[in-house]
C-alpha cells in the first residue's frame, strides 16, 4: 500500500512539474524578462497546492464529519468540542482554519454557541467566518448573527442584518424568512410602517414561498 501510494505521489509530483514546464514555454519571454525567480515561484505554488493545500483539505473534511454528525443529533457540546476520539468544530478550526472545511466549521460552531444560548460567541465566531459568496450559507450566516443580536436585545442591529440576509440570498427559500423575522422585530419596536414594508416585500417579490400564503396576516395584524 505504502509503495503504491508513493508512486501516485511520484505520478502526481510529475504532472505538477509538466504543468510548470508548460506554463514556462508558454510565457517564457516574459518570465525571462522578469527574472528567473518566477519560475521557481510558480513551480513552489503548484506544489504547495498540491501536496499541502488539497491533503489539508481532504483532512479537514473527514475530521468535521464526526462533528457535522454530532451536531445533527443536538448534541452541541460535543459537536463544538468533540467526544474523546474524533475532533469537534473548534479543534477543526484550530487545525484546519484556512481550509473550506475550516471556515465551515466556525458556521457550525457559531450555531452551537447559539443553540446553547452562547450569543456573543457565536457573534464572535461568525466574526470570523469568511464570504462564501452564495446564495445559501453566506445570508445563513449573516441571519444567525442577526438573531444573535436578537436575543441580547440589539434589535436595531439584528433587524439590519436580516434585511441584508434577505436581499443577499434572493430567493424564495431564505429570504422570507429573513424578511418576517425582520418585521417582527421592528412590531417589537413599534415602527409598524418598517415591518409592513418587509410583508410586502414577501408578498411582491416571493410569491413562490410558502410563507407568501399566510402573508396578508401579518399585514392586516400590523396595520
Known amino acids: 500500500m505504502t ?10 509530483f510529475d504532472e505538477t512539474l509538466a504543468a510548470s514546464k508548460t506554463f514556462y514555454e508558454k510565457n517564457k519571454n516574459a518570465i525571462l524578462y522578469g527574472g528567473g525567480g518566477l519560475l521557481v515561484i510558480i513551480i513552489a505554488a503548484l506544489l504547495i497546492n498540491q501536496f499541502y493545500i488539497i491533503p489539508r483539505n481532504n483532512r479537514a473534511n473527514e475530521s468535521i464529519f464526526y462533528a ?7 448534541n452541541y457540546e460535543k459537536a463544538l468540542n468533540g467526544d474523546g476520539e474524533n475532533l469537534g ?25 447559539a443553540e ?14 469568511d ?5 445559501m450559507i453566506s445570508p445563513s450566516a449573516i441571519a444567525l448573527k442577526g438573531n444573535c443580536y436578537a436575543e441580547l436585545g440589539q ?6 442584518l436580516l434585511l441584508k440576509a434577505a436581499k443577499e440570498a434572493d430567493n424564495n427559500t431564505l429570504s422570507p424568512t429573513f424578511l418576517l423575522q425582520a418585521g417582527q422585530i421592528y412590531l417589537s ?18 410569491q413562490q414561498s410558502s410563507i407568501y400564503y399566510e402573508i396578508d396576516k401579518y399585514i392586516e395584524q400590523a396595520q
Not at 509503495?3 to 502526481?12: A, G, L, Y
Not at 464570504?131 to 446564495?135: I, N, R, T
Not at 409592513?196 to 414577501?202: L, M
Open 3 to 12: 509503495k503504491k501510494k508513493n508512486q501516485n505521489q511520484v505520478n502526481e
Open 68 to 74: 457535522e454528525q454530532l451536531f445533527t443529533e443536538g
Open 89 to 113: 468544530f473548534l479543534a477543526v478550526i484550530d487545525q484546519y482554519g484556512s481550509t473550506k472545511a475550516g471556515n465551515i466549521a466556525r458556521l457550525y460552531a457559531a450555531k452551537c454557541y
Open 116 to 129: 446553547t444560548e452562547k450569543y456573543q460567541e457565536a457573534i464572535d465566531m461568525l466574526d470570523k467566518f
Open 131 to 135: 464570504d462564501c459568496g452564495d446564495a
Open 155 to 160: 434589535n436595531d442591529k439584528a433587524a439590519d
Open 189 to 206: 419596536l413599534g415602527q409598524k410602517d418598517k415591518a409592513i414594508d418587509c410583508y410586502k416585500q414577501i408578498k411582491e417579490k416571493y
